[in-house]
């Protein structure tokens, strides 16, 4: 029996996150969400298990982080053996725009890049410190933070990917929290690492411009140059499973802690 607690599951990976762990009866999945109730509605209407909780819980809100613990605590015998920082932001609005662009509503640009901040870096510091306890307590201390093949330098310079700014910005330094919380917590048994679920379908297209669609194309065929076998987003369920593989197979003495990798366990994002 595992216990897991994965944030942001109302939709797309989050759910999908929830949907296969909680397909082993013998699991205990708590899933953090702001909206609970109609969260609560999907699980009952979708899954139906018995071995699912879920908890509101805001990664910007920092007591509503504090009281989630005590609720989860009792659910989880006071040890977590996962916790999978799935949530994160990223607004449409910077998402198809080099900065240059941005720049041009600088007021806006600057609060962008904060809430990316505020959701993806000072969030899940929030996250990993209030849970540690618990994780400590857990069998298998594994805490995997969702990032992105966006936060990585080389990719961005060699194949001029220069939209979503605040949100790469965002991810590379949490990457870099990642790293820093491996560095404190390693010799202690825990396993931090970061994991990017590639290209994922999530509705992500369904309000853009014409604009913005044209740049999309323009980025699809960035990603086909870099990955020539590249044909579209996969399903969050395809990722999910992708990842939890290198999630369960990866460890401190195969040299995991504090990394940044794909859901193939390497560095091809695609």
Not at 75 to 82: A, E, M, R, T
Not at 166 to 173: E, G, V
């Given at each position: 029996m595992s216990t897991y607690l994965i944030t942001g599951v109302?939709?797309?990976?989050?759910f999908a996150f929830l949907r296969h762990i909680s397909a082993d009866p013998n699991n205990t999945v708590i899933g953090l969400v702001r909206?609970?109730?109609t969260t609560e509605k999907k699980v009952r209407e979708e899954l139906d298990r018995p071995n699912i909780h879920i908890i509101q819980a805001d990664l910007t809100d920092l007591d509503s982080l504090k009281k989630s613990v005590d609720q989860v605590s009792p659910?989880?015998?006071?040890?977590?053996?996962?916790l999978i920082a799935n949530a994160g932001y990223m607004s449409l609005w910077s998402a198809y725009h080099p900065l240059s662009s941005l720049g041009n509503d600088p007021e806006r640009l600057e609060e962008d890049i904060l809430e990316c901040f505020r959701t993806n870096v000072v969030g899940n510091v929030h996250l990993f410190n209030l849970y540690m306890p618990l994780i400590l307590k857990g069998h298998v201390k594994k805490v995997i933070a969702i990032t992105s093949g966006f936060a990585d330098d080389d990719l961005t310079t060699t194949y001029a990917i220069d939209v979503a700014g605040?949100?790469?910005?965002?991810?590379?330094?949490m990457n870099t929290a990642v790293a820093k919380f491996s560095a404190e917590y390693a010799?202690?048994?825990v396993l931090f690492m970061g994991i990017a679920p590639g290209a994922v379908e999530v509705g992500q297209d369904k309000d853009l411009t014409e604009e913005q669609i044209k740049i999309a194309m323009a980025l699809g065929e960035k990603f086909a140059?870099?990955?020539p076998h590249f044909r579209g987003r996969t399903t969050p369920e395809e990722s999910v499973k992708d990842m939890m593989s290198v999630i369960n197979a990866a460890s401190l003495e195969s040299g995991h802690g504090g990394c940044f990798i794909s859901q193939h366990g390497n560095?091809?994002?695609?």
């Open positions: 109302s939709r797309g990976i989050g909206d609970k109730t659910l989880v015998n006071g040890s977590i053996d996962y605040p949100y790469s910005i965002s991810k590379a330094a010799e202690r048994g140059r870099y990955a560095k091809k994002w695609l």
